[in-house]
């Protein structure tokens, strides 16, 4: 069964800023584009960021100049920096693996942010 396993979540003050981590097996790790997505109550689930197994990133236009994904390819996990955060970041956060070897996609269980003065 693979698991996909988030930290890092929590309440925030806008401005502030919070690390997310991601953990897997190094079998699914080191063969997937990991990324992170986040779902609002009510609201459909969107990409943040991808980061590939050579590191190649992108970025949802909201992430860009605020979040960086990274990936520690010996330990097996992806990060997320999010700083400058604002209350519209408020949301579930959760980590994926598309592994290219079946083409599946795992999730994780998700990690809440709130981001509130």
């Not at 943040?48 to 097996?76: C, E, L, M, P, W």
């Not at 956060?93 to 509130?116: D, P």
């Amino acid at each position: 069964q693979v698991q996909l396993v988030e930290s890092g979540g929590g309440l925030v003050q806008p401005g502030g800023s919070l690390l997310l981590s991601c953990a897997t097996s190094s079998a699914i790790f080191r063969d997937s584009t990991m990324g992170w997505y986040r779902q609002t109550p009510g609201g459909q689930r969107e990409l943040v960021a991808t980061i590939t197994t050579g590191g190649s990133t992108d970025y949802a236009d909201f992430a860009k100049g605020r979040f960086i994904i990274s990936r520690d390819n010996f330990a097996n996990i992806m990060y997320l920096q999010m700083n400058n955060l604002k209350p519209d970041d408020s949301a579930g956060y959760y980590c994926s693996a598309q592994y290219r070897v079946t083409n599946n996609r795992y999730w994780g269980q998700g990690t809440q942010v709130t981001v509130s003065s």
